[in-house]
């Protein structure tokens, strides 16, 4: 089979699995946009890689407006034509995609042009959060701009030949957008556990970042609206009296609020998005990784990162409402703690508990890495995609 994994943002998951298909015999394209500012995964061909695997990307010369919406608008239809010619000259079977949805658009009529098959790969809701983001702007925009960005979703839901959803919290808006339970499947996130070795705590990013010797509580990813920055803030604050660091690893307007507000603060470190081969580093140089989400985003949104972080084997201090799927995957793998998001207090008791029990740390943090390893095993989740694939293009 012939199949184009296109994962917009460039995460590591995705082009695991371009590698474990490709490695099954599968003809493979994995496509991303260059341009988007996020922490990336291994996107281009090693020695080891399977020789049915390809790596493509779109670049438009600048980083993408992500918050700016009529550039943001012009920036995905750009890369959307380019996404759609390098799909039709590999000519499918099958394209399985993550992006945003005018891309998604542009590779559902790519994908029907060719007769090849199309698996919409939801990670968000984006219907809620373009009412969530734009409604901070006027409620009146926010309704507007849900209720057509809404209508688009649904339409190419319903379009897909299958989608693949993360969390089985996405299934009663699908059924209500009238997507056919017979065509859905449930895949849940993971992470590359082959390429996030759990290392010990003193690493040469450490050092190179004067990081020895001190307490250290890190964020490392996307900082945006759906994320609270002000808790790490006040962690920051927190920290100051304890002799400890605060390091924030991560771009955009997240980073740059930051970079106003913290500025001069001595325990907190902002950093930019590391080289994906250091990130094993990145993680083992922390007593504590830390993962927001504020309480309206629990309903779209899951964020990954804390899968990763199961990988580094370091305890998690998780800021999420209680119902999203980040909360139950920590609190089924056993590797941390999880706070109602806006409570400062409970937060910074729970960083205190940590940070004074090294036991406990220690054994949060290999639960963690058994659940990763039991957990994110790359074949018996390609097992699942292909299943998918070969249903939707019988």
């Known amino acids: 089979m012939r199949v184009v994994v296109h994962d917009y943002f460039g995460h590591a998951f995705p082009a695991q699995l371009a590698r474990a298909l490709a490695g ?10 260059r341009s988007f500012v996020s922490g990336k995964g291994r996107l281009e ?8 695997l390809e790596f493509g ?10 918050y700016d919406v009529p550039r943001r608008i012009g920036h995905e239809r750009k890369t959307a034509r380019a996404l759609g010619r390098q799909v039709r000259d590999f000519r499918p079977d099958a394209v399985l995609s993550i992006g945003p949805l005018l891309v998604q658009t542009e590779l559902l009529r ?6 090849a098959r199309f698996v919409f790969w939801q990670q968000d809701v984006m219907a809620v959060a373009a009412r969530r983001v734009l409604g901070r702007r006027s409620r009146v925009l926010g309704a507007a701009a849900g209720a ?9 839901l319903r379009r897909s030949d299958a989608v693949v959803v993360i969390s089985e919290d996405f299934l009663p808006r699908l059924r209500r957008s009238g997507v ?20 010990p705590r003193e690493t040469a990013w450490a050092r190179e970042h004067g990081l020895e010797g001190r307490p250290v509580l890190l964020y490392s990813g996307t900082l945006g609206f759906k994320h609270d920055p002000s808790l790490l803030l006040d962690l920051a604050g927190w920290a100051a009296g304890r002799g400890g660091l605060v390091v924030v690893v991560s771009e955009g307007p997240g980073a740059d609020w930051f970079a106003e507000r913290g500025a001069g603060e001595p325990s907190l470190r902002l950093l930019p998005y590391q080289p994906h081969e250091r990130l094993p580093e990145v993680l083992a140089s922390a007593d504590v990784l830390i993962a927001l989400l504020e309480p309206e985003a629990g309903a779209f949104s899951v964020p990954s990162k804390i899968l990763t972080y199961l990988c580094a084997g370091r305890p998690i201090l998780l800021s999420v409402p209680g119902d999203n799927l980040a909360a139950r995957v920590v609190q089924r793998s056993g590797g941390g703690v999880a706070v109602a998001p806006g409570d400062s207090a409970a937060f910074l008791a729970a960083a205190e508990r940590l940070l004074e029990d090294e036991a406990l740390r220690s054994e949060l943090g290999r639960r963690g890495r058994a659940y990763a390893e039991t957990t994110f095993e790359i074949d018996a989740v390609a097992d699942r995609f292909e299943d998918v694939l070969e249903r939707a293009t019988r």
Do not use: Y
């Open 24 to 33: 099954r015999g599968h003809e493979v394209l994995h496509l991303h946009c």
């Open 45 to 52: 061909r090693t020695d080891a890689d399977p020789p049915g």
């Open 57 to 66: 990307a779109v670049d438009l010369g600048r980083p993408f407006a992500k």
């Open 110 to 115: 790519a994908s029907q042009a060719l007769d």
């Open 148 to 156: 057509a960005v809404g209508r688009l979703e649904r339409r190419l």
């Open 180 to 199: 056919d339970d017979a065509r859905v499947s449930v895949i849940e996130n993971w992470a590359p556990l082959d390429e996030l070795p759990a290392l």
